[in-house]
């Protein structure tokens, strides 16, 4: 099975501030890769779906970059909105795994 | 607009069932293009992935290898719903659990998501 690590588990930005979380893969996804943000209480939500595309409706801020085994989720300038906790999923091979997830905090 | 009503206990007895139904509504259990999965999530597991049902000309299941002897996934064209049965349930088992849409098998992105339903599993 595929294994996904993200890094950082935890961050602290300001409003403003450009984010970069990071996910590898253990083995080359291509560019098989996904990003969900959650927040308390709630389902994932799809951010970002082939490494690079961006959800229906989802802002600009957010862009995804990356293939093979090493994917980047940015946000150019962090929302209030935007903290949240989000994850990685490989969509490459059966089962689809998920990242431990990068919790993004108010600083 | 897809969406995903489930329903099921939030208290299972240990070595019992646990069983949770996914009504769906804006599309159809037996789509020829999406896939309908089970997730669950918990502090010590993270997001796990239980397993899916579809439908390509016959009803198709994929389970996760963790919980591949005590799962069972069906799908009911009649009410347009999935229904998830985990036997044999330990505290290993709490979790909330969630249903959802991939809406592409082979490129599998879970675009739609259930509320969530909490299972405790606890005498």
């Known amino acids: 099975d595929i294994q996904m690590t993200q890094s950082p588990s935890s961050l602290s930005a300001f409003v403003g501030d450009r984010v970069n979380i990071t996910c590898r893969a253990s083995?080359?996804?291509?560019?098989?890769l996904n990003w969900y943000e959650q927040k308390p209480g709630k389902a994932p939500k799809l951010l970002v779906y082939?490494?690079?595309s961006l959800q229906s409706g989802v802002p600009s801020r957010f862009s995804g970059s990356g293939s093979e085994t090493d994917f980047t989720l940015t946000i150019s300038s962090l929302q209030p909105e935007d903290f949240a906790t989000y994850y990685c999923?490989?969509?490459?091979?059966?089962?689809?795994?998920f990242g431990q997830g990068t919790k993004v905090e108010i600083k | 607009q897809v969406q995903l009503q489930q329903s099921g206990p939030g208290l299972v007895k240990p070595s019992q069932t646990l069983s949770l139904t996914c009504a769906i509504s804006g599309d159809s259990v037996s789509s020829n293009s999406a896939a309908w999965n089970w997730i669950r999530q918990s502090p010590s597991r993270g997001l796990e992935w239980l397993g899916r049902?579809?439908?390509?000309?016959?009803?198709?299941?994929d389970y996760a290898a963790s919980v591949r002897s005590r799962i069972s996934i069906n799908p009911d064209t009649s009410k347009n719903q999935l229904s998830l049965h985990l036997s044999s349930v330990t505290p290993a088992d709490t979790a909330v659990y969630y249903c959802?849409?991939?809406?592409?098998?082979?490129?599998?992105?879970?675009?739609?998501w259930g509320q969530g339903t909490l299972v405790t599993v606890s005498s």
């Open positions: 049902t579809y439908y390509r000309s016959k009803w198709y299941n």
């Open positions: 959802a849409r991939d809406r592409l098998l082979g490129d599998t992105q879970f675009d739609y």
């Open positions: 999923q490989q969509s490459y091979s059966t089962p689809p795994a």
């Open positions: 082939a490494a690079s």
């Open positions: 083995q080359s996804i291509s560019s098989y």
